[in-house]
């Protein structure tokens, strides 16, 4: 099998695992995927209590129109989010001319902590796409998308700010603005 079979296997695999654990699934995630789901669902009854710190107006924003459609519409948009992730990981790679960059797919898709929020609605998943994102801009050298998609990690776990703030150094010690 050459690169390009296996990386579409590892795709369908992936896909395929998603939809069965989504169709399967019987219920929310634990820790506070319930609630999250809850504020998300009925946003605009909410809307003082959805935009507070502990909410992260960034996952409101990301999942409040999927909640409409549901428990499995918000597993849905959360992972194609994941799959998106995984697609820009693989893409780095690729630029960095690693061997065997398809074997991305399944080492994240199927890594367990990974693989448990993929299909909820939790801000990790989001924040660790916008970092994903944020390194795949640095690397494409784009100033301007790294610092806005690093930025934007503060809208769904504050406590990664320090992303937005290494890339700043980076550019303003490189003079690049």
């Known amino acids: 099998m050459n690169k390009k079979n296996i990386t579409y296997l590892f795709w369908l695999l992936i896909i395929i695992v998603q939809a069965i654990w989504i169709k399967n699934s019987d219920g929310f995630y634990f820790i506070d995927d319930s609630c999250h789901y809850n504020f998300n669902r009925h946003f605009l009854e909410t809307y003082t209590l959805s935009t507070d710190a502990w909410h992260r107006m960034g996952r409101i924003i990301l999942f409040a129109i999927p909640a409409q459609f549901g428990l499995t519409g918000v597993q849905i948009a959360s992972s194609i989010l994941f799959l998106i992730t995984i697609y820009y990981s693989k893409k780095i790679l690729d630029i960095k001319n690693v061997r065997y960059s398809e074997w991305i797919i399944p080492v994240i898709g199927f890594q367990p902590v990974l693989f448990n929020i993929s299909y909820t609605a939790l801000a ?32 769904f776990r504050t406590e990664y700010f320090y992303v937005a703030g290494i890339y700043f150094l980076i550019y303003a010690f490189r003079k690049n603005y």
């Open 124 to 155: 990790e998943l989001p924040a660790a796409f916008l970092i994903i994102l944020s390194y795949y801009f640095y690397i494409k050298n784009k100033p301007s998308s790294v610092m806005i998609a690093s930025s934007l990690i503060f809208l």
